[in-house]
């Protein structure tokens, strides 16, 4: 049988005895052992059995959409998931496409009927499991924010994790000093970035990866897989307060996966926290001049009609409206947002007049109408025919009824005649008057 090696690991995982290494050599000894051939192997390190957007599953499926395997080995199936409803489709999906998933430390087969009763009170035990350590996580968390413990130190920070103190980072501090001096000599963000950028200067995203080893956040790379700054990454350092020592926790609450922002009357605050890098006075000139600096709203701004609907291909940003004129024409064009706020090393010029999008739209809406014209002329002709066909099959039904009805009876006759011809045979029996006089 050809077998399929899935592991997984989130944080909140005993470290040792759900290590990717352990679970990987209880699923190759298990499959030695009886024999089986592995095709192929993947896992998920660092992931909740809450969600099922894996990089580990997606190999996984293409490998059973290919047909080249016969079954999955976990070593338990809280490593396949923990959301009972969403496990339970995985596994429906799996035995469509004849692929079993085998649990090895549990004895478990989904082909086995014997174990659906079994899957199901673990699907129930993993999914409460998953919700339970999530509160607790949650309140853990919120009773650090409370107690002005930092998990994350920001951009220009670093924490020594052997004494949990928060020290100050030589190069990203001096970015971030750079950053504020560059602003108040009235250089726009655009142009903060294009320096910095030229200056080579590492971007937050790019040390945080090199902090955890991995990438965090690949929206920050270009499309050749650069670091790069943008308005974005200098506008978020130039409104953050820790910079003058304050810590501020607690801004916002997620529930069911929406994020709230709360009144700063809930915020916790701590002052005299971090190391000074901007001093308060900066800071406030800072943000007076970025309030100054900001758009007012207008309630009767032009909507776009598609504004927001358009993403790039290349770098995923969304595109937005510009408004141009040509001849003394005014036409509206929609531009990547990535290109047209950072520039070509961030992405390629991408643009597309709107008129070209009503044809599109205009050509896919007739396509639509002809075909729900085609769709509600074939529902007539299905109506029509059910219309003449409902007198034969309702007299049939009513055949059928009264046949139903007959046999019934029958059996009920049948069922009497038994009962009377059991109760005759047990009278006739020679002990049987002994015994009723007995008891008598």
Not at 5 to 32: K, P, T, V, W
Request: glycine share 6%.
């Amino acid at each position: 049988m050809r077998v399929w090696i899935y592991a997984r690991l989130s944080n909140d995982d005993d470290q040792e005895m759900n290590s990717l290494l352990n679970q990987q050599e209880i699923c190759h000894g298990f499959a030695e052992q009886h024999g089986y051939t592995i095709v192929g192997q993947s896992f998920d390190d660092n992931v909740s059995g809450m969600k099922f957007n894996r990089h580990g599953l997606d190999e996984l499926t293409a490998a059973v959409d290919a047909g080249k395997i016969n079954a999955v080995i976990v070593k338990d199936l809280s490593r396949l998931g923990r959301h009972r409803t969403q496990t339970a489709l995985f596994i429906d999906y799996l035995r469509e496409h004849q692929v079993r998933v085998i649990s090895a430390t549990e004895g478990i087969d989904t082909f086995c009927d014997e174990d659906d009763l079994i899957i199901g009170i673990r699907g129930l035990m993993n999914d409460y499991y998953a919700r339970d350590i999530s509160k607790k996580i949650r309140a853990g968390y919120r009773q650090k924010q409370r107690e002005g413990i930092v998990i994350t130190p920001p951009f220009g920070y670093w924490k020594d994790r052997n004494t949990n103190t928060i020290e100050l980072h030589s190069e990203a501090s001096e970015t971030v000093r750079m950053v504020y001096s560059l602003y108040l000599q009235c250089h726009g963000q655009k142009e903060i970035a294009r320096r910095l950028n030229a200056l080579g200067r590492k971007t937050p995203a790019q040390l945080r990866a090199e902090q955890c080893g991995r990438e965090v956040c690949a929206a920050s790379k270009t499309k050749d897989g650069r670091y790069v700054w943008t308005y974005a990454s200098v506008k978020n350092i130039l409104v953050e307060e820790a910079y003058t020592g304050v810590l501020i926790n607690h801004r916002s609450e997620t529930n069911s996966g929406k994020a709230k922002r709360l009144e700063q009357a809930e915020w916790y605050r701590h002052e005299n926290f971090f190391p000074v890098i901007i001093e308060r006075d900066i800071w406030q000139k800072v943000q007076q001049k970025l309030k100054a600096q900001a758009r007012p709203a207008n309630g009767n701004k032009a909507k776009h009609r598609y504004a927001g609907l358009i993403l790039c291909k290349e770098c995923g940003s969304p595109f937005v409206p510009m408004i141009r004129y040509w001849n003394g024409k005014r036409r509206v064009e929609y531009v990547c947002k990535g290109y047209h706020r950072n520039g070509k090393s961030y992405c390629s010029s991408h643009r597309i007049h709107e008129e070209l999008l009503d044809a599109a739209v205009q050509e896919f809406a007739q396509t639509m109408r002809i075909r729900m014209a085609e769709d509600q002329k074939e529902l007539k002709q299905k109506q029509k025919m059910w219309a003449l066909r409902k007198p034969i099959l309702d007299a049939h039904i009513f055949a059928l009824q009264e046949k139903i009805q007959k046999v019934e009876q029958e059996v009920d006759l049948l069922t009497m005649s038994k009962i009377e011809a059991t109760i005759e045979v047990f009278k006739n029996r020679p002990d049987a008057e002994d015994k009723s006089t007995r008891d008598f």
